[in-house]
Nanobody, 126 residues
Protein backbone atom coordinates (compact mmCIF):
# COMPACT_ATOMS: atom_id res chain seq x y z
CA UNK A 1 0.00 0.00 0.00
CA UNK A 2 1.33 3.38 -0.94
CA UNK A 3 0.01 6.84 -0.30
CA UNK A 4 1.23 9.59 -2.59
CA UNK A 5 0.58 13.14 -1.47
CA UNK A 6 1.02 16.27 -3.51
CA UNK A 7 -0.19 19.84 -3.74
CA UNK A 8 2.00 21.55 -1.19
CA UNK A 9 3.59 24.86 -1.96
CA UNK A 10 4.22 28.37 -0.81
CA UNK A 11 1.38 30.85 -0.38
CA UNK A 12 0.78 34.15 1.32
CA UNK A 13 -1.34 34.39 4.42
CA UNK A 14 -4.99 34.35 3.47
CA UNK A 15 -4.34 32.20 0.44
CA UNK A 16 -5.54 28.71 -0.38
CA UNK A 17 -4.09 25.35 -1.32
CA UNK A 18 -5.53 21.94 -2.04
CA UNK A 19 -3.59 18.84 -1.10
CA UNK A 20 -4.28 15.50 -2.74
CA UNK A 21 -3.33 12.00 -1.73
CA UNK A 22 -3.75 8.97 -3.96
CA UNK A 23 -3.79 5.51 -2.44
CA UNK A 24 -2.63 2.44 -4.28
CA UNK A 25 -3.85 -1.00 -3.43
CA UNK A 26 -7.34 -2.15 -2.65
CA UNK A 27 -7.72 -0.36 0.67
CA UNK A 28 -9.09 3.04 0.01
CA UNK A 29 -12.85 2.76 0.14
CA UNK A 30 -12.99 0.74 3.35
CA UNK A 31 -10.54 2.86 5.31
CA UNK A 32 -10.59 6.19 7.01
CA UNK A 33 -8.23 8.78 5.61
CA UNK A 34 -6.55 11.60 7.44
CA UNK A 35 -4.16 14.48 7.11
CA UNK A 36 -1.59 15.12 9.79
CA UNK A 37 0.92 17.92 9.93
CA UNK A 38 4.18 18.52 11.69
CA UNK A 39 5.96 21.82 11.99
CA UNK A 40 9.60 22.10 13.06
CA UNK A 41 9.93 21.66 16.79
CA UNK A 42 6.28 20.70 17.22
CA UNK A 43 4.47 17.45 17.68
CA UNK A 44 2.60 15.91 14.82
CA UNK A 45 -1.11 16.68 14.96
CA UNK A 46 -4.16 15.39 13.17
CA UNK A 47 -5.61 18.17 11.04
CA UNK A 48 -8.59 16.40 9.53
CA UNK A 49 -9.95 12.93 9.03
CA UNK A 50 -12.77 11.36 7.06
CA UNK A 51 -14.22 7.95 7.77
CA UNK A 52 -15.03 5.34 5.17
CA UNK A 53 -18.64 6.53 5.42
CA UNK A 54 -17.75 10.19 4.90
CA UNK A 55 -17.93 11.51 8.45
CA UNK A 56 -15.42 14.32 8.88
CA UNK A 57 -13.48 15.48 11.92
CA UNK A 58 -11.27 18.55 12.29
CA UNK A 59 -8.78 20.01 14.68
CA UNK A 60 -10.19 23.14 16.31
CA UNK A 61 -7.37 25.19 14.80
CA UNK A 62 -8.57 24.54 11.24
CA UNK A 63 -12.31 24.16 11.68
CA UNK A 64 -14.17 26.39 9.26
CA UNK A 65 -11.06 26.94 7.11
CA UNK A 66 -10.09 23.44 5.97
CA UNK A 67 -12.24 20.82 4.30
CA UNK A 68 -11.41 17.15 3.83
CA UNK A 69 -13.13 15.11 1.16
CA UNK A 70 -12.67 11.83 -0.61
CA UNK A 71 -13.34 10.39 -4.03
CA UNK A 72 -13.51 6.63 -3.73
CA UNK A 73 -13.63 6.18 -7.50
CA UNK A 74 -10.24 7.88 -7.75
CA UNK A 75 -8.77 6.48 -4.51
CA UNK A 76 -8.02 10.07 -3.57
CA UNK A 77 -8.45 12.18 -0.46
CA UNK A 78 -8.27 15.97 -0.61
CA UNK A 79 -7.60 18.70 1.88
CA UNK A 80 -8.81 22.11 0.82
CA UNK A 81 -7.09 24.77 2.91
CA UNK A 82 -8.50 28.29 2.90
CA UNK A 83 -7.53 31.41 4.81
CA UNK A 84 -4.09 30.01 5.46
CA UNK A 85 -2.13 31.39 8.38
CA UNK A 86 1.62 31.31 9.02
CA UNK A 87 0.97 28.81 11.81
CA UNK A 88 -0.44 26.38 9.22
CA UNK A 89 3.03 25.98 7.72
CA UNK A 90 4.19 22.40 8.14
CA UNK A 91 4.85 19.14 6.39
CA UNK A 92 1.49 17.52 5.72
CA UNK A 93 1.17 13.74 5.62
CA UNK A 94 -1.79 11.68 4.51
CA UNK A 95 -2.63 8.48 6.31
CA UNK A 96 -5.06 5.57 6.11
CA UNK A 97 -6.47 3.13 8.59
CA UNK A 98 -9.65 1.62 10.03
CA UNK A 99 -12.43 3.96 11.07
CA UNK A 100 -12.17 2.88 14.71
CA UNK A 101 -8.66 4.28 14.90
CA UNK A 102 -10.01 7.82 14.79
CA UNK A 103 -10.40 8.73 18.44
CA UNK A 104 -11.48 11.81 20.35
CA UNK A 105 -9.85 12.47 23.68
CA UNK A 106 -9.76 15.61 25.78
CA UNK A 107 -10.98 17.75 22.93
CA UNK A 108 -8.46 16.46 20.41
CA UNK A 109 -8.84 14.02 17.54
CA UNK A 110 -6.24 11.31 17.04
CA UNK A 111 -5.79 8.87 14.19
CA UNK A 112 -3.45 5.94 14.77
CA UNK A 113 -3.21 5.15 11.09
CA UNK A 114 -1.81 1.95 9.60
CA UNK A 115 -0.44 3.51 6.43
CA UNK A 116 1.43 6.75 5.91
CA UNK A 117 2.43 8.73 2.89
CA UNK A 118 5.42 10.93 2.40
CA UNK A 119 4.96 14.54 3.35
CA UNK A 120 4.21 17.55 1.25
CA UNK A 121 5.49 20.91 2.44
CA UNK A 122 3.24 23.89 2.96
CA UNK A 123 4.78 27.28 3.67
CA UNK A 124 2.76 30.38 4.47
CA UNK A 125 4.30 33.81 4.42
CA UNK A 126 2.88 36.70 6.37
Amino acid sequence: VQLQACGGGSVQAGGSLTLSCVASGNIFSRNAMGWHRQAPGKQRELVAAITSHGTTNYADSVKGRFAISRDNAKNTVYLRMNSLKPEDAAVYHCAAGPDYKIEYYNGVYYFDADYWGQGTLVTVSS
